[in-house]
């Protein structure tokens, strides 16, 4: 039975390492810090939910649904991401992984705003790259 590698990235933020163990090489680790959110409450009415791509700018009635909330909802508080998220096989492959989640997170905080009116602006997000080390 063969060993196992242990690939381990550190943050150089926090100084913190966390390991992972496993089969595949690692060469890069995508490291996030990502801002929380307060709670918020979604008021009961009626609300244009619009889809597609382009769904900001398509709210003439082409793309999209009405949806009704029927008594308030409460949004709990959105805690902060920080630290390792992810490993990859090289530094590329975590750069774009990186863009992604950021346009994840960016894309949800832009329909809440236009849904329901209600600014969540997490625009502080980043991320960065480190190369991981053999244990």
Avoid: C
Avoid at 15 to 37: C, F, H, K
Avoid at 45 to 62: C, D, E, F, I, M
């Amino acid at each position: 039975m063969s060993a196992k590698t242990t690939y381990i990235a550190t943050d150089p933020t926090t100084g913190e390492t966390v390991q992972r163990s496993s089969t595949r090489e690692y060469a890069a680790a995508l490291i996030v810090d990502i801002p929380g959110a307060p709670g918020y409450t979604i008021p009961a009415g009626t609300y244009w939910v619009a889809t597609g791509k382009r769904a900001h700018q398509l709210r003439n009635g082409v793309r999209g649904y009405e949806t009704v909330v029927h008594e308030d909802q409460q949004v709990s508080d959105i805690e902060p991401i920080k630290g390792v998220y992810s490993f990859h096989k090289d530094a590329e492959a975590a750069q774009k992984a990186g863009r992604s989640l950021l346009n994840q997170i960016a894309k949800i905080d832009r329909q809440t705003r236009e849904t329901y009116g209600i600014e969540v602006d997490r625009s502080a997000a980043s991320f960065q790259v480190v190369a991981t080390t053999i244990a």
